[in-house]
């Protein structure tokens, strides 16, 4: 299976303050033929004003990781987290139960870009928490760094999902194989630059959908940064 999404043609929002563009069906934006990928539910590419934000809200039952291109984002929750996430760090949030969060940009002249990835967990019900971790541009450089998992591995966020996702810059020469067991899938995003997956040219903000694959080759980048899903 190969399906691949170009950018142009995800769900669109303009509220003034926020432009976001969705990967999937959210909140008005309905496609029946794109609403997840898997345990994959959300991709979310957000652009907050400057001196702007997402106010109070609550989720719950929602592995949520935040992925920070430009700018920067201040995180408050009903846990007690405070924090600010930058380009290179991922913001693992595990709403569980419940939790209430806000997302704010507060640099006056500076908008923030980033991702907002959600995936539905295994488990229900279980207790909120929150984790963030800093992965430097040296650690994607050429290869694919695991940010996310279901076990931790690798000082990856730990989810609460059977999913892997990573993380890579290729440019130039670079190649990068993934090797995809067989019964999983996968969902490689282009955040920026330009790439080729499997032989296809992506762009920023296009997508594909791989099943039945053995192996994943990212090669002929150019300033590409990549998430790389791996689920099952």
């Known amino acids: 299976m190969r399906e691949l999404r170009r950018a142009g043609e995800r769900g669109y929002a303009d509220h003034g303050w926020l432009k976001s563009y969705h990967s999937f069906s959210f909140a008005d934006y309905?496609?029946?033929?794109?609403?997840?990928f898997g345990p994959l539910r959300v991709i979310n590419e957000d652009r907050?004003?400057?001196?702007?934000?997402?106010?109070?809200?609550?989720?719950?039952?929602?592995e949520i990781l935040s992925y920070v291109l430009e700018g920067a984002l201040?995180?408050?929750?009903?846990?007690?987290?405070?924090?600010?996430?930058?380009?290179g760090d991922v913001q693992r949030m595990?709403?569980?139960?419940?939790?209430?969060?806000?997302?704010?940009?507060?640099?006056?002249?500076?908008?923030?870009?980033?991702?907002?990835?959600?995936?539905?967990?295994?488990?229900?019900?279980?207790?909120?928490s929150y984790e963030q971790k800093h992965?430097?541009?040296?650690?994607?450089?050429?290869?694919l760094r695991l940010i996310a998992s279901g076990d931790g591995a690798d000082g990856s966020v730990r989810i609460h999902r059977d999913a892997r996702v990573y993380a890579a810059l290729i440019d130039?020469?670079?190649?990068?194989?993934?090797?995809?067991?067989?019964?999983?899938?996968a969902y490689v995003h282009v955040a920026r630059g330009r790439v080729s997956v499997n032989g296809m040219p992506l762009e920023a903000g296009d997508a594909v959908k791989l099943g039945d694959t053995p192996e994943?080759?990212?090669?002929?980048?150019?300033?590409?940064?990549?998430?790389?899903?791996d689920l099952k």
């Open 30 to 36: 309905y496609d029946p033929r794109h609403v997840g």
């Open 48 to 62: 907050i004003a400057p001196g702007t934000g997402f106010g109070t809200h609550g989720h719950r039952d929602m």
């Open 74 to 87: 201040a995180h408050q929750d009903s846990m007690g987290n405070g924090s600010t996430i930058v380009p």
């Open 94 to 128: 595990s709403a569980g139960s419940g939790v209430r969060h806000s997302e704010f940009n507060h640099d006056r002249s500076k908008t923030t870009h980033f991702l907002q990835i959600w995936i539905e967990p295994e488990v229900i019900g279980v207790a909120p």
């Open 135 to 143: 992965f430097a541009d040296a650690e994607k450089r050429g290869r």
């Open 172 to 185: 130039a020469r670079e190649r990068v194989a993934h090797a995809l067991a067989a019964g999983r899938m």
């Open 216 to 229: 994943i080759v990212l090669e002929k980048g150019e300033n590409a940064e990549v998430l790389l899903f």
